[in-house]
């Protein structure tokens, strides 16, 4: 059963204009939520976080929002540059201890110049 | 700082012949783990150690799948025999336990492909 869902498999933008990469999860449990980014060959790198205590964390041109009680979550890219185009995976946990993440199945950003 | 490092980066094997993959994770890292990705899917995680005791290792498939990591240090990931549905990626990730973001940092994985 997929509790992290990621329902768009690909995304397509315009350099220059806002990214909007989507995640939905089940579990209410989840309180720890993290955005990956993967290119080929390559393993997935992190890029920004966020608390369930939170409902928004910001990092340069990434910003990540929570909306608990419709449980999802978004990432913004502004503004979307090229190098931005790659695969993107949203992760959830239950609590800080190491615990197990659960991953989406990823969206494949494309940024066109 | 060097990344997690993982070989081989691609493996070939016929079904029921035995493979192994292993993993060096980022000096000071004691917590490491293990995922397999499917093609299309986001990794899931296999086990996941703390220096070198197994702390959840739920959804390793036991029968045919065996890990360890002597020291605390690097991992070893065996498969034995292999089937077809064994054809993946298997990421290695490690983090600091303790850390405020509990980030993992991933290997760039190996591809196993079982024929």
């Known amino acids: 059963d997929q509790q992290v869902k990621q329902n768009s498999p690909s995304l397509s933008v315009q350099e220059g204009r806002i990214s909007i990469l989507n995640c939905d999860y089940t579990n209410s449990m989840f309180d720890y939520f993290l955005w990956y980014k993967k290119y080929p060959a390559e393993g997935p790198t992190f890029l920004i976080s966020?608390?369930?205590?939170?409902d928004k964390n910001e990092d340069g041109r990434f910003t990540v929002f929570l909306n608990k009680s419709a449980k999802h979550l978004s990432l913004h890219i502004v503004p979307s540059q090229p190098g931005d185009s790659a695969v993107y995976f949203c992760?959830?946990?239950?609590?800080?201890?190491?615990?197990?993440?659960?991953f989406g199945t990823g969206t494949s950003l494309t940024v066109i110049p | 700082e060097a990344g997690v490092v993982q070989s081989p980066r691609y493996k070939i094997i016929e079904k029921k012949q035995p493979v192994a993959f292993w993993c060096n994770p980022i000096?000071?890292?004691?917590?490491l783990y293990w995922y397999r990705q499917n093609l299309g899917q986001g990794p899931e995680l296999l086990i996941r150690y703390e220096n070198e005791e197994a702390v959840d290792d739920s959804q390793l498939p036991k029968d045919r799948f065996s890990a360890e990591r002597l020291k605390g240090v690097d991992s070893t990931l065996k498969i034995q025999p292999a089937e077809l549905g064994d054809s993946a990626v298997y990421l290695c990730a490690s983090s600091e336990y303790g850390s405020a973001s509990y980030e993992q940092y991933f290997g760039p994985g190996t591809r196993l492909t079982v024929t």
């Open positions: 000096s000071g890292h004691n917590t």
């Open positions: 992760a959830a946990s239950k609590g800080l201890s190491g615990n197990q993440f659960y």
């Open positions: 966020i608390s369930s205590i939170k």
